[in-house]
């Protein structure tokens, strides 16, 4: 028996962590659909077998009726938010426009998304709610004023609902990535690269410096915390940050 078989889960973002937590949720048994604003995006993961639905997570009325229209399939147990933006900039430099879309996708999606479940998840006995933070939730980097703000807030709605649901039967926790080996990785290594005179191999030669493992983060370590957390062998964890990060310092 797979760890996920009969449960039903809503993955929001079909990037390069959200498409690999969607697979590997499917993989250990569970029925998965995939919300993004962008049918391009989508299109791959539908390939793949899995449900998909053309959803902005900044749109309340959206999120709201897809959260619906979601469990009117079938009951959703499991809710895991990966959509995000990254806007660079130091306090000084960053458009408030910058500042306000990553804010908008990365705390308040996640925000609408967990009100639109949490509520049909204890009408129906429980679930798991995972949010996915970062590294720049648990401490502040320079250049990332406006994620790293985003990602604190995350941190913070996660505790402030888990103690809220915890007597549904609902658990609610974050996985905090570190530097992990995708695209928006990639562009922050190239603009790092470009402010400093250095190749991208150099930034990403320091990055490896400064973790344990000496290895970038994959989107597999991510999906691997999503679906321990999703599952029973979690049932006592909520409230929590897991840093999965190769052990940065």
């Known amino acids: ?57 900044t749109d309340r009325g959206a999120v709201e009726t897809a959260a619906k229209d979601a469990v009117a399939e079938a009951p959703v147990n499991v809710l895991a938010n990966t959509a995000a933006v990254a806007r660079f900039g130091s306090v000084a430099e960053l458009d408030p426009d910058d500042w306000q879309e990553t804010l908008d996708v990365n705390l308040t999606g996640v925000y609408l998304c967990c009100r639109a479940f949490a509520g049909l998840m204890a009408a129906r006995g429980g679930g798991s709610i995972i949010n996915v933070s970062s590294i720049g939730g648990l401490r502040g980097e320079p250049d990332f004023a406006g994620y ?33 080996e995708s695209q928006m990785n990639t562009e922050t290594m190239a603009r790092d690269a470009r402010r400093y005179g250095m190749t991208i191999e150099d930034v990403e030669h320091q990055i490896l410096a400064r973790t344990a493992l000496g290895r970038l983060v994959q989107p597999d370590d991510v999906a691997d915390a999503v679906v321990f957390l999703a599952s029973d062998l979690s049932s006592c964890i909520t409230g929590e940050s897991l840093a999965v990060t190769g052990g940065i310092f």
Do not use: Y
Request: hydrophobic share 45%.
């Open 1 to 57: 028996m797979s760890l996920l078989d009969g449960r039903r889960a809503v993955v929001t973002g079909a990037g390069d962590i959200g498409s690999v937590v969607a697979q590997r949720l499917h993989d250990h048994g569970a029925s998965v659909e995939v919300w993004d604003a962008s049918a391009a995006a989508l299109r791959s993961v539908e390939a793949g077998g899995m449900g998909v639905r053309q959803v902005d997570v």
């Open 148 to 180: 790293c703000a985003s990602k604190f807030g995350v941190i913070g709605l996660t505790q402030s609902l888990a103690r809220e649901v915890g007597s549904f039967g609902i658990r609610v926790n974050a996985v905090c990535p570190g530097a992990v």
